[in-house]
Structures are given as structure tokens and as C-alpha cells.
């Protein structure tokens, strides 16, 4: 349901149910190290945890005033305020704040802020059947996707750990971006007659990753925030979806130096 108060201001509120099933395999191949000639195979299906049964209610204030080009906002800002509770066989409290500002000090760069928290609060919200969240999405902070991390970047911790990559996985996230954006091919571009837009920016990231019983560092804590740069160009293929490729620099990674990631996502 929604209640527009005017053209940029409304109310969301939303309810539904989910239900969260689980299911686990154990594949086994053994190979012969000379010849390379399957020994051995089998299957195992695993126990698993019973089902999530859940009701999910939300409620949202929303504001946008925010002007788009081909690739993402431009101008103006927007912000979104959001609670939702679920209750089942789990109760938790879930909570959003998202802030977006643009600004075009000189036409046609665009100055794009953004800061974002969102997390799950309550007796049932770092249960183990629930996927934790992480801020190495392209969405959030570039340069810490899952598929990069090497073995050898978890040398010398515990067994089962890897604080490198431990860090950004948490029930609670905190992000803030910052980019300048200047669009070189479509209306406002540099070349204005390109019927596809095309555009570069340089970017800045920070996030922190954290849970009930590990505050972040800006609080006194000792979950460490995690910062990247870089630079990314982003292109309209063709109205489908938005293509980012990314050159990034991980900050918080003594083990990698730049990097290249590629994703289908908008511009936040």
C-alpha cells in the first residue's frame, strides 16, 4: 500500500509471508594423481535445520526528488526510512536508513553522496539460519567481493577463520559512498549525440560490518571499517540493464594490490 503526500514525499506499508526451506549435499570425487581417472564418487544428502515460517510487516517513509539520466541520478536527493518486524519461528526487528545526495557543481559533473545503515535487531535476528549480512557487494563496498579472497590472504589465523574477510560479514552494516561522475557519451555528455550513455567516475567507499556482541570502531568497538577507491565506468546496454566495470583498490587488504570487478548494477 502506498499514501502519496505529494509528488516526492510518500508512505509505504507492506505485509507477507515467507517460508525458508534448507538443503545440504555432500559430493565426494576422488581422482587418480597420475592418470586423473575418476576412483570413486557418491552423494550424501545432509541433516539440515527445520523451516523458517515467517510473517514480515513494513512500514517506510520515502522522499525523492532526485533527476535521472541514462545511467542514475544527477541531481537532487532522496532518502528512504524503513522498519519491519518478522515474526515465526523467528522475531527480529529490521531497520533502514538510506541517504542520497547530488549535486552539479559544474554541468556536467554530479557529486553523489550516499550514506546507509541497515541491520537486524532482536532475540532472532543473528540466528544461524538466517544469511548474514555482507558489505563486499559491488553495491556497497568495491573492491571486497566473496569470488576474490585467495587462501593465502587467511595465513596464519585459526582454524575455520579468516579476519580478512570475517570483517565484512555481520547482522548490522554501516556504508558510505562518495563519487564524481562525468558522463561522456548520451544527452549530457561530452559527445551529446550518442545514443548510448555511457559514463566514468571516481569513487570512494567505506563500510563497517558488525554484530550485538562486536561494535564497530567508530563506537569504540574492534570491527574495523574497510575503505576502497578507484575509478568505474558504467554503460546502458541498451535500456536492459546497467554494465560497471571497476578498477578498485582494496585498502584493507595488505595482500592485494588493484583490482578489476564487473557486475550488472545501477549507480547508487
Sequence with gaps: MVYPFNRAHRFEFSGGFRNISFEAESLLRVYDAQTG?????GEQNLTTPDSLHLGVSTAA???DTSISAGLGPMLGQR???EGSTTIGSLSFTTALADYRKYFMPLRPITLAFRILHYGRYGGGAEDQRLQPLFIGDQ??????DVNSFSASECSGAAPGTCPVFDRLIGSRVGVANFEVRA???GPLGLISKSFLPVEIAAFADAGTAWTSAESPDWAGGDRATVTSHGGTLRINLLGFAIGEVDLVHPNNRPQRDWLWQFGLTQSF
Aim: charge should be positive; avoid cysteine; proline fraction near 5%.
Design 37 to 41: 581417472g575418476l576412483l570413486q564418487s
Design 61 to 63: 517513509l520515502v522522499y
Design 79 to 81: 532518502y528512504r526510512v
Design 139 to 144: 553495491m556497497l563496498i568495491r573492491g571486497y
Design 183 to 185: 558522463p561522456l557519451f
